[in-house]
């Protein structure tokens, strides 16, 4: 059976915008406590994307968690650049389909598959690259959509960046290869939000004009509103529109570190440090779902 025809791929295509923003507000809960019980991690970055990674495994791909195929032949496919925020994608990965909920639990401890960044030798299913190395994750993603388009494999690969992260020069080695080769089955998102582990990304690096910047290596262009699903989808969906056209395509994201907690929101400081006791309390008091599914 193959992805776009398997029943988990067709039931992601009906979810409402409502039933994602319960999804993300429980994928929002595993982040704050999966930091939290370890005392280590990224929670600023994997609360502002969750919005992105449950909009793509919930609606957007035609994906198919069981059995994992390491290759993801007939499927679109997802890497995650920046792979300190690995909360976020552990968490959406288990509440895909990918493996337990309940080995979230396991995160950052001894012998677990649920490692600070992902990696491939824990064989952990839906993590197809080793992350965290930061600029690494587009030139993946351009080989692996080139793959595809050279097997004949019409389906899309998607890649999320940290903005601090085009401070790498390999970026923009991508950057250029991707266009020049028509990979035009791939579309690379940004995560604008302006942060970065030592500060705002201007002081650190000031990353100037970044649309000019990727237009004038020939990429279609896209900006949209990260924390907002009724934003973003129409986004992701005109992005998938401009697919096959000779160019890839650049969402541009903005969000906010730290989206959903009010004491964490817009600050570099929650980048990597986790809530204590009172802090996750508060914290899961702001994060209501109907039927919280914590593991």
């Not at 507000?25 to 990674?53: E, F, K, W, Y």
């Not at 059995?67 to 496919?77: A, C, E, S, T, V």
């Not at 190395?133 to 080139?146: E, R």
């Not at 790498?168 to 991508?174: D, F, H, K, L, M």
Request: proline content about 4%; glycine content about 10%; charged content about 20%.
């Amino acid at each position: 059976m193959s992805a776009s025809s398997s029943p988990a791929a067709e039931a992601t295509a009906t979810r409402s915008v409502a039933e994602l923003k319960q999804i993300a507000a429980q994928v929002r809960r595993d982040i704050v406590r999966m930091v939290h019980a370890v005392n280590s991690g990224h929670p600023g970055g994997s609360l502002g994307c969750t919005d992105l990674l449950v909009a793509l495994y919930f609606k957007v791909m035609k994906h198919q968690p069981e059995p994992f195929d390491m290759n993801g032949i007939g499927q679109d496919l997802f890497f995650l650049s920046n792979g300190h925020i690995s909360p976020v994608f552990y968490s959406v990965l288990a509440r895909s389909g990918y493996f337990p909920v309940s080995e979230l639990a396991t995160f950052r401890k001894l012998n677990s598959r649920l490692q600070g960044h992902p990696a491939t030798h824990e064989h952990l299913p839906g993590v197809r690259v080793a992350s965290g190395s930061l600029g690494q994750g587009l030139s993946v993603a351009t080989g692996a959509a080139q793959a595809k388009k050279l097997n004949g494999d019409d389906r899309t690969v998607f890649v999320l960046m940290g903005d601090g992260e085009l401070q790498e020069g390999q970026v923009w080695e991508a950057a250029m290869y991707a266009p020049h080769h028509k990979v035009d089955n791939l579309i690379a998102v940004v995560d604008r939000n302006g942060q970065q582990i030592d500060g705002p990304t201007e002081k650190i690096g000031g990353l100037g004009d970044l649309r000019a910047k990727f237009e004038s290596f020939n990429w279609e262009v896209l900006e949209a509103n990260g924390n907002d699903l009724e934003q973003l989808l129409p986004a992701l969906e005109d992005a998938q529109a401009r697919l096959g056209k000779g160019r890839p395509v650049m969402i541009l994201m903005d969000t906010q570190m730290g989206f959903g907690v009010d004491y964490m929101m817009g600050s570099h400081k929650w980048h990597g440090v986790a809530p204590n006791d009172e802090q996750l309390e508060k914290a899961l008091q702001q994060l209501i779902v109907e039927k919280a599914a914590d593991y």
